[in-house]
């Protein structure tokens, strides 16, 4: 009896090795995507109720509530994916958000009535370590900062506040390329990505081939620079694991929604259709929101190495938006 209870036990032992393995191979590596309570991460409920209603626009034939997503991607790139999510679900055409003492430091107020944007902020504590050599004097060394949690935060966009003018950014290129174009290829040779110009590849307009983009000659300024985001964003996403667990289509429209990020970002005129980014839901919340964030996260990467801005913060500075 004691055999088949050992055996059996193994046997169970085994097939949820199994299952967890498998469900292994298909997890995000999203630190959102691994925790399963809002107790261990409270952000997970904030991106839950983001995509829901996501969800709930989509289905209701809304196509365009997912190109209002990316485009907050493209506005408040410096913030949390679940920030992000937060801003564009409850205010889809936020431009500026800041706290109500970053406005008034500003000179602009909150008008009368209006309801802030809820999002989360961290707390960062202090933990301090205790020497482990008696004989000293001194019994605790340099405290070290760490994360304790988040709270929820208000800030305002800033067609919600009214007073003194806001400073211009001096970045806005207004639909030119500029030096971005410079700064995007310096980013690929620190990524030790190789670029060349090829006729052959037409009638496509770049490829990737994993370390290496083409590009068709005698595109304009602005589509070339779109299509080396669009092959940049392949490069940085679709490697190995992620492009046999993702189909063709989804990874198409995965690298598309980077680059209307990023153009966008820099003031280009995207002119890419709301129904084009639906692609990324089949019925599946999951695989929506990892699309999401990766693509949220790769963008803010591209955007990172060719706009020259300091980053904004989340706990009240204002977004600085193209």
Known sequence: ????????TAANNGAARNRNEEQRK????????????????????LIKQA??????????????????????????????????LAIARQKPNATRVAG??????????????EKGIQILAPMIGHRRNRKQDAATEETEAKPQTMLIGFRA??????GQTEGAALPEFGHN???????????????????????????????ALGVSYGGKIALLPGQSKAEEFTTLVHETAHELLH??????????????????????IVGQAIGLEIGNS???????????????????EVIQRTSAVILGAIREETPATESGAVAEVA
């Open 1 to 8: 009896m004691a055999t088949v209870t050992v055996n059996s």
């Open 26 to 45: 298909y997890r995000s590596d999203s630190p959102y995507q691994q925790r399963t309570t809002q107790r261990d991460n409270p952000t997970q409920m």
């Open 100 to 113: 109500i003492r970053a406005w008034n430091e500003l000179g602009r107020f909150v008008k009368k009535g």
């Open 173 to 203: 290129i207004g639909g030119e390329v500029g030096g971005h174009r410079e700064r995007l290829m310096d980013f690929l040779n620190q990524q030790n990505i190789a670029l060349e110009f090829n006729e052959k590849i037409a009638p």
């Open 239 to 260: 490697k190995a694991e992620r492009r046999t667990m993702t189909t063709a289509t989804v990874r198409e429209t995965e690298a598309e929604a980077v680059a209307f």
């Open 274 to 292: 709301s129904a084009d980014y639906i692609q990324l839901y089949h019925g599946n919340a999951a695989l929506l929101t990892e699309s999401l």
């Open 51 to 84: 995509v829901d209603h996501l969800i709930q626009q989509l289905e209701a034939g809304k196509s365009e509530a997912l190109t209002a997503y990316l485009s907050a991607m493209a506005r408040f790139h410096n913030y949390s994916f679940g920030n992000v």
């Open 153 to 158: 935060v208000y800030v305002f966009d800033v």
